[in-house]
């Protein structure tokens, strides 16, 4: 770990030991766990167990179902830890603490609570959340799933893509259009779909750059009947529940950026400092220590950003335009610290199983999912420019 303290930011004591309990585990128990993924590719079950005995499922969830009741900034915290050794353990905590568990903390009915929360928080169930269509990523509002109301039915016929494990998800949550004139404003509802359902099928599974154990699902709905109770919230407010969830991924992503661009810059520091060429360490030279200077910087500036908008958020205020700044920022600077620490590495960084080449493939990801860069500067534009219309 780094001996600096230039990129600490002032955390309360609360936060602190928790962050330090997250630490502690991270560094105990993932480090074999870390290894079986890279070998199998798979997130194996044990690791749930482990997670869930730990009391890292279900972070999020009210206390009344099981969950840890961790606020954003509490759960952004822990997978700043999670992500300094392994992407994978980022992914296996939202399964659990993500996008679709919290919709249904925030907008289920009793019964979908008592349905889902705890079966997430004992560690059993696994969500998904499917939004994403072959000609709707960047736009979800142009999306073509349509769920029409049959008696007291929902017929769900569609297709989604690029779903986080979706085929692993036990209950995903899918966006669909229910009202084709209104759309996003009013005509797009969103729907628990349970595992098994007849019509529901996984026709595909994309492995990315990154870890294989990101799996990227297809899903094709076809006379796919949900019961009425599947609605999540009201009929017609499924793309503000989608855009609510967006807006935490968007800061999980952003504090998941800020710990592996620490580890990475940990990383480099350590071989800068016991690695010769001609006759001196690479820390000795100008050209290096700048690159590790420009990404401490850049570290501090990404942490802070990211919990000045977490304490924001806490305190009740609008932070949609700054959680996009913050998914911008530090995934822009993930990306640029990555290809430093690359470089600083020469050919250990692109060897095969080394971890820097782990994280150099991981974190591109972060520039895409969840609203892409560019998508990020139009919200942050359009929030700049309130009062002249953009028609695009
Ligand atoms: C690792 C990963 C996990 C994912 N997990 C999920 C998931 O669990 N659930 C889910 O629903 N989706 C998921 N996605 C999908 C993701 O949200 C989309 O890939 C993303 O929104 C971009 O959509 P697209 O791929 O269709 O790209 P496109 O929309 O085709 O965009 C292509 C490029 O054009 C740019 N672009 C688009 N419109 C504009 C514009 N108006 N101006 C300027 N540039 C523009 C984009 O920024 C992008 O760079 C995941 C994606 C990845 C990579």
Not at 308 to 327: F, I
Request: some cysteine; proline content about 3%; overall charge neutral.
């Amino acid at each position: 770990m780094m001996e600096t303290t230039a990129l600490e930011i002032e955390l309360s004591d609360e936060l602190e030991a928790m962050r330090d309990a997250v630490r502690n585990f991270v560094r105990k128990e993932l480090g074999p766990w870390a290894q079986e993924i890279d070998k199998t590719g798979e997130i194996p079950d044990g690791l749930f167990e482990l997670m869930q005995k730990n009391g890292y499922c279900g972070m999020r969830l009210p206390t009344e179902y099981g969950g840890g009741g961790l606020s954003l900034f509490q759960y952004c915290i822990a997978l700043e830890e999670f992500s300094r050794l392994h992407r994978a353990f980022t992914i296996a905590a939202n399964y659990s603490s993500g996008m679709t568990p919290m919709a249904i903390t925030r907008h289920g009915t009793p019964e979908q609570k008592e349905k889902y929360l705890r079966g997430f928080a004992q560690g059993k169930l696994k969500s998904g959340f499917a939004l994403t269509e072959p000609e709707a990523g960047s736009d979800p509002a142009g999306m073509r799933t349509r769920a029409e109301k049959r008696g007291d039915k929902w017929v769900l016929n569609g297709r989604k893509h690029y779903i986080s494990g979706g085929h692993v998800a036990d209950v995903i949550m899918v966006m669909a259009v229910t009202d084709p004139e209104k759309r996003a404003r009013g005509g797009i509802t969103a729907f628990l779909l349970d595992r098994g359902t007849p019509g529901f099928t996984v026709t595909r599974v994309d492995t990315t750059i990154a870890t294989d154990a990101i799996k990227l699902a297809e899903l094709t709905f076809e006379d796919c009947e949900l019961p009425a109770s599947a609605v999540v919230g009201e009929v017609g407010a499924g793309f503000k529940v989608a855009m609510r969830s967006l807006n935490d991924g968007r800061l999980s992503v952003s504090c998941s950026c800020v710990g592996a661009a620490e580890s990475l810059l940990d990383m480099a520091t350590e071989h800068s400092k016991n690695r010769r060429t001609f006759g001196k360490l690479l820390a000795e030279r100008q050209a290096i220590q700048w690159m590790l200077a420009d990404s401490a910087m850049e570290i501090a500036a990404a942490r802070a950003l990211a919990y000045d908008t977490l304490r924001r958020l806490e305190a009740g205020k609008d932070v949609a335009s700054a959680g996009s700044m913050c998914k911008l920022f530090c995934s822009e600077m993930v990306g640029r610290v990555v290809d430093r620490v690359v470089q600083i590495h020469g050919g250990m960084g692109v060897i095969r199983g080394f971890p820097v080449e782990r994280f150099y493939r991981d974190v591109r990801h972060y520039r895409v999912g969840e609203g892409a860069s560019e998508i990020q500067r139009i919200v942050i534009a359009r929030d700049l420019l309130r009062g002249i219309k953009i028609t695009d």
